[in-house]
């Protein structure tokens, strides 16, 4: 298993996480329904407004889905066939991306993680 992510607080206008999630089990990552839940939560923890959500299945696997937040958003998209899930969480606000990445990673139940944080835009 892989370390906690720790997050370190933004100094720039933006900050964006990418999380590279592996050995998930593929019929966790082809359920809309509980991605949708984990990546809500997930925002709801860091402290995030959620403003909406939308989800999609692919035929015949992957899923899809976006969390809009008042400070910006989380992308999910899935390859249940690889057991791999790739999440971005973008802010410009003040919330705390390490709680709702390590939330993640949990959830999905990700055997190995990888993450990086980039600062966007001005500092």
Same mark, same amino acid.
């Given at each position: 298993m892989a370390s906690p992510i720790f $997050? &370190?607080?933004?100094?720039? !206008? =933006?900050?964006?996480?990418l999380l590279e999630l592996s050995?998930? &089990? &593929? =019929? !966790? !990552? %082809?359920?809309t329904g509980r991605l949708e839940e984990a990546m809500q939560e997930a925002a709801e923890r860091m402290g995030a407004t959620i403003v909406s959500s939308h989800f999609h299945k692919?035929?015949?696997?992957?899923? %899809?889905?976006?969390? $809009? *937040?008042?400070e910006s958003h989380l992308t999910l998209h899935t390859w249940p066939e690889h057991g791999?899930?790739?999440?971005? *969480?973008?802010?410009?606000?003040? $919330?705390d991306l390490g709680t709702g990445a390590n939330f993640l990673a949990k959830a999905l139940q990700a055997g190995q993680w990888e993450w990086a944080a980039h600062d966007r835009g001005p500092s």
């Open positions: $997050i &370190p607080k933004r100094t720039a !206008l =933006g900050q964006h996480v050995q998930c &089990p &593929p =019929g !966790l !990552l %082809s359920d692919f035929s015949p696997y992957g899923a %899809s889905g976006v969390v $809009i *937040i008042q791999y899930a790739a999440v971005d *969480i973008f802010t410009c606000g003040d $919330i």
